[in-house]
């Protein structure tokens, strides 16, 4: 690492936009471990040379998952820090009120990230974070680029953008690649730019700087390749792992070799701006979906492709499309943070996944429709947080269908790659010590 990204994370600049700090929740002890992944201490063992790790770092604020392939090869998928108002939760209604941020307010959700993600380099010795993947523009994905409900994120020392998501980590770390849906243009299906700031305008500008320093390499997403988010170190060691690209921006992965085929009309045939009666995709159904494979083990990423407005235009069912070609995983990340146009049935139906993830960063998150679909398969769900009063008056069965909830989770895929186990960790530690909240599994893969 750079001695000018050292000397930045040393000048953090703490942040506050919340109103009441809720009572810290109960811990529950962590299970006698029954592998060498729990340490007596009560704390995750090290990431060890085969297994593949995938973290869903909890912020409050959006999503960011960091992956260590079995090789050590390392990847952010998505790194959200959307700035919303903190509300206890019993104002249920729109505009829809936030989780409060983990593990607490001092600090915007790119520090948490980076302490989070440098705990995790400890383990592998790997200073470099091999690839950003960036699904989609919104906010709780990629980071805001401006200020919020009066709250101002800190400003580069390199340039003129905040420091909020992945703008932060550009910023504090050495980067090899970083891979987004748009480059270099930016323009599908219209310009991502305008005359205020926006999401996107802001991490090009971040972005544009490092390039030209020659410390970071940019591309677009490939729908159908399986090569361009391959292992770096010691690929060969590794033949059953692979990574691949299903869906961007309409184009398909069709299952076979690299082919892909257009699902979206063309832009000459569109119109409007992406809302569910016109005829235009919405920035959600642009994101990048991915597969990883590991032996036996499966996982779905699909961003936010879900399936808002698939009554209007069939087109528009992103999720039933991208089903069709991946098949059953053991592991999915919910789609759209379990909201209502995310977790169709279709998609359900088609994964059939063992366990369910849902990042959930506003408090009406998982949606109680979506959160139905969920609970009558026979997925475990887990969810990073939720909130009481939605889930006592919303959810049918109380949430009783939640293996757990709060917290980040570890999902830790053994080195055959044919069992795997799911660790909730403290997320209200904010010196990242990893406790163990609780184990699940371990799980063997279908």
Not at 68 to 93: E, H, R, W
Not at 208 to 215: A, F, L, R
């Amino acid at each position: 690492m750079k001695l000018h990204k050292l000397i930045l994370l040393l000048a953090l600049v703490p942040l506050s936009c919340s109103e009441k700090k809720p009572d810290a929740p109960v811990i529950i002890q962590p299970d006698k471990p029954s592998t060498d992944d729990t340490k007596e201490d009560g704390t995750l063992a090290a990431w060890k040379k085969g297994n593949l790790d995938i973290h869903f770092i909890n912020s409050g604020r959006g999503e960011c998952a960091f992956f260590i392939f079995p090789d050590g090869t390392q990847m952010v998928l998505d790194c959200g820090a959307s700035i919303m108002k903190y509300d206890s939760g019993t104002n249920l209604g729109l505009p829809q009120v936030g989780i409060y941020p983990k593990p607490d307010d001092s600090k915007v959700a790119g520090y948490w990230y980076t302490k989070y993600i440098q705990k995790c380099m400890e383990w592998t010795g790997n200073t470099t974070i091999d690839y950003g993947l960036n699904t989609h523009f919104d906010g709780d994905h990629l980071g805001v680029g401006y200020a919020n409900y009066g709250v101002t994120p800190p400003t580069s020392p390199y340039g003129s953008w905040y420091q909020t998501g992945f703008t932060y980590l550009l910023d504090n770390f050495s980067f090899g690649k970083m891979i987004d849906r748009g480059y270099p243009s930016y323009d599908y299906p219209y310009a991502q730019s305008g005359t205020v700031k926006t999401n996107c305008d802001n991490y090009r500008a971040c972005a544009d700087y490092h390039e030209k320093q020659g410390t970071l390499k940019r591309e677009k997403f490939v729908a159908g390749s399986n090569t361009q988010l391959g292992m770096k170190y010691d690929a060969a060691s590794y033949p059953t792992f692979k990574v691949q690209n299903i869906f961007v921006n309409g184009e398909i992965w069709t299952g076979k070799g690299t082919a892909t085929r257009q699902l979206f009309p063309a832009v000459s045939e569109m119109s409007g701006t992406g809302g569910a009666k016109e005829k235009s995709p919405s920035e959600n159904s642009c994101s990048c979906v991915i597969k990883i494979s590991y032996g036996n083990f499966d996982y779905y990423g699909g961003g936010d492709a879900g399936f808002n407005g698939a009554d209007y235009f069939t087109w528009k069912h992103v999720e039933k499309n991208t089903a069709a070609v991946v098949g059953q995983v053991e592991v999915m990340k919910a789609t759209h943070h379990g909201s209502a146009d995310g977790c169709s049935q279709e998609l359900l139906d088609g994964l059939n996944p063992s366990d369910i993830i849902v990042n959930v960063w506003q408090a009406v998150q998982p949606r109680a429709v979506t959160y139905e679909r969920m609970k009558n398969t026979s997925a475990r769900i887990f969810t990073t947080n939720i909130n009481e009063t939605y889930k006592t008056t919303e959810y049918s069965d109380k949430g009783k269908r939640i293996s757990a909830s709060g917290g980040h989770f570890v999902v830790r895929v053994n080195p055959d790659g044919k069992s795997y186990c799911i660790y909730q960790i403290d997320d209200t530690d904010i010196d990242m010590k990893m406790k163990v909240v609780k184990k699940f599994g371990p799980y063997n893969c279908k």
